[in-house]
């Protein structure tokens, strides 16, 4: 039995481990921390609140004394880092909140877990550190031994994270594992990101922004796939490692679009093009060639199940989604698109 501390549990990848968790280490209590912004939903959790294995903190990852109350309160074996300021789109527009959010709350949790003797700590990584690949060769992927090449504020605070926990791993003997993953997309997305923005926009008839011409590549991943992976790695991971999470599921932006659009029976003229990503990646692509061997990850979900799975889930979730379609997300679709 282990106590786990995850943060951003109130986010999209973050409450599907905490789900993943609950079903799959049913001995394990999990303790979420997270502070609710704009991308922290209670009403995700509102089902593992009902289970006594689970406990919720809100707390901000950049707050020591915060972190050190909630660490000392639950002396954790295993923390697993999720927070983060996500969206690369608004780390174009406010880089600062990345950098605070990203690096220092990184720094705060693991001073925090050295100095509760943390017997395993895990940083949620992303795919993004490698910077992109060209279109016109396609027999190149990301393996761990690829140089870190950054282009968004966003995957440049993430990288910095990365380099923080290996210098303290090497430094300090800090235990320590990093996993770098592709796009996920499934339930509790949060509706900035493409494919649950054109899911709730579609379905409501409304113009579909692809940035530039729709031919960047992302390697999308079932969301449940990668919070198997990581549950892999907190187990048998080796410490210090780096380890990779895709499962060969390229698509371009306007593939995914169509596919979307297909599977609600909407017309592909919604689909308008709109100026794109100021420094956009072009395409991202994983090799999980180390995970499968040494742990034995294999991605369970095809893409094109995962995607009809992930629209009915917005179907049936269509309170959860409203939820967040009101208020400040309004205000921000006008900000980020109007005149684009
Ligand atoms: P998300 O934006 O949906 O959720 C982030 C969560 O972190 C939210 O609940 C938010 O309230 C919380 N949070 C933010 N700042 C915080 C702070 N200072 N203190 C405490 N909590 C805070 O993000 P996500 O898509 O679930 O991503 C989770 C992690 O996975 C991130 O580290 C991200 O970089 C990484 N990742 C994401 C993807 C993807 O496709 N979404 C792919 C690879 C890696
Ligand atoms: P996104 O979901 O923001 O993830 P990431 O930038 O981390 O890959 O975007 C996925 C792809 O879709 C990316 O190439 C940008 C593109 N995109 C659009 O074309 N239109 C949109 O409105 C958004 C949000 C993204």
Redesign the pocket.
Known sequence: MSKIIV??????????FVYYALKHRPDDEIIC?????????LM?LEDALKNDKFTFEK?????AEAIDAVFDKHKPDIVI???????VDRSIEDPG?FL???IL?TQVLMDASRKYNVKRYH??????VYGDLPLDRPDLFFTEETPIHTSSP?SAS?AS?DLLVGAYQRTYGFPATI???????GP???PE?LIPLIIGRAKKDETLPVYGTGENVRDW?Y?ED?CKAISMIIDNGRVGEVYN?GGHNERTNLDVVKTVLDILGKPHSLITYVTDRAGHDMRYAIDPTKITNELGWVPDTKFDDGIRLTVEWYDKNQEWLDNILSGDYEKYYDKMYSGR
């Open positions: 943060t951003g549990g109130a986010g999209f990848i973050g409450a599907n921390v997270d502070s609710l912004t704009y991308a922290g939903n995700t707390a901000d990852i950049t707050d880092n999720f927070a983060a300021e996500s969206h909140l605070r959010t990203n709350g940083q949620v990584g992303t795919d993004e966003y993430k994270a996993s770098r993953c592709s796009n996920n997309y509790y997305h949060f990101k991943l969301v990668h999470i």
